[in-house]
């Protein structure tokens, strides 16, 4: 189990950039698949990207393809989301995750149940 608390976030205007940090404590973090989520208001919780353990691989929703980076670091314990050509429909609650599961394949990292332990969340607003 990781415990994992959220930075980053904010206000930016559409074309703008962002950066979200999901720092870890707790057991080995690179082990965990970590992947990031958002909601939206009245909105389903949806998947934004994940990076594995190794940080070999990464999945991305079609999207935020293109635009999203998800990346870590494993010496800090913490996952990034590099977040570019922000758009008013990026706006949402976004949340990280791990999971202790393998993630083979984009399918099973859009999963959220595969996903144990999850971060604060943290508020992206983009103005138009």
């Known amino acids: 189990q990781v415990h994992l608390v959220q930075s980053g976030g904010g206000l930016v205007q559409a074309g703008g950039s962002l950066r979200l940090s999901c720092a870890a404590s707790?057991?080995?973090?690179?082990?965990?698949?970590m992947g990031w989520f958002r909601q939206a208001p009245g909105k389903e919780r949806e998947f934004v990207a994940t990076?594995?353990?190794?940080?070999?691989?990464?999945y991305y929703a079609d999207s935020v393809k293109g635009r999203f980076t998800v990346s870590r670091d494993n010496a800090k314990n913490t996952v990034y989301l590099q977040m570019n050509s922000l758009e008013p429909e990026d706006t949402a609650t976004y949340y990280c995750?791990?999971?202790?599961?393998?993630?083979?394949?984009?399918?099973?990292?859009?999963?959220?149940?595969?996903?144990?332990?999850w971060g604060q969340g943290t508020q992206v607003t983009v103005s138009s």
């Open positions: 995750a791990a999971s202790n599961l393998p993630i083979p394949n984009l399918p099973i990292a859009r999963m959220h149940v595969a996903y144990l332990d």
């Open positions: 990076v594995t353990g190794s940080g070999d691989n990464t």
């Open positions: 707790g057991s080995t973090f690179s082990s965990y698949a």
